[in-house]
Every structure is written in structure tokens, then in C-alpha cells.
């Protein structure tokens, strides 16, 4: 009775929980590696838009342009 409790029921436990450990940590690895990607690719795009960004002042409004060129 002793030996049936051990390996029908303490064994079968004990690995399926091992097996449960494993894939947990592969998820959570797998989790962590897109969320680096996925900052990774965040901070590159925000470094460009930083670098595309222009003062108001450099923009001339459509009325300039047209008193500049005598036309009213």
C-alpha cells in the first residue's frame, strides 16, 4: 500500500509540478525578453521623434509668405 501511495500519487505530484516550475520560467523568460524588445524598440523610436522635433519659430505662416510676395 505504501509502495502504490509513493508511485501513484507522491511521484506523479512531484513531477508534474517540476513540469509546471519549468514552463513558468520559460513563459516568464520569454515575457521579459519581449518587453526588453519591445523598450528596446520604444527608445529608438523616441530618440528619433526627439530629433524631428522643429521650434515653432521656424515655420513662417501662410500670411507671411503672401505680404513677403506683395499679394494681399
Same mark, same amino acid.
Given at each position: 500500500m505504501l509502495y502504490?501511495? /509513493?508511485?501513484?500519487?507522491?511521484?506523479?505530484?512531484?513531477?508534474?509540478?517540476? %513540469? /509546471?516550475?519549468? =514552463?513558468?520560467?520559460? $513563459?516568464q523568460q520569454k $515575457?521579459?525578453?519581449? %518587453?526588453?524588445?519591445? %523598450? =528596446?524598440?520604444?527608445? %529608438?523610436?523616441?530618440?528619433?521623434?526627439?530629433?524631428?522635433? /522643429?521650434?515653432?519659430?521656424?515655420?513662417?505662416?501662410?500670411?507671411?509668405?503672401?505680404?513677403?510676395?506683395?499679394?494681399?
Amino acid at each position: 500500500m505504501l509502495y502504490k501511495l /509513493v508511485f501513484d500519487f507522491i511521484i506523479p505530484i512531484f513531477t508534474t509540478t517540476k %513540469q /509546471v516550475k519549468q =514552463k513558468m520560467n520559460e $513563459m516568464q523568460q520569454k $515575457m521579459q525578453e519581449q %518587453q526588453n524588445n519591445f %523598450q =528596446k524598440n520604444n527608445s %529608438q523610436s523616441f530618440s528619433k521623434t526627439e530629433e524631428k522635433k /522643429v521650434d515653432k519659430e521656424d515655420y513662417i505662416d501662410y500670411e507671411e509668405v503672401k505680404d513677403v510676395k506683395g499679394e494681399k
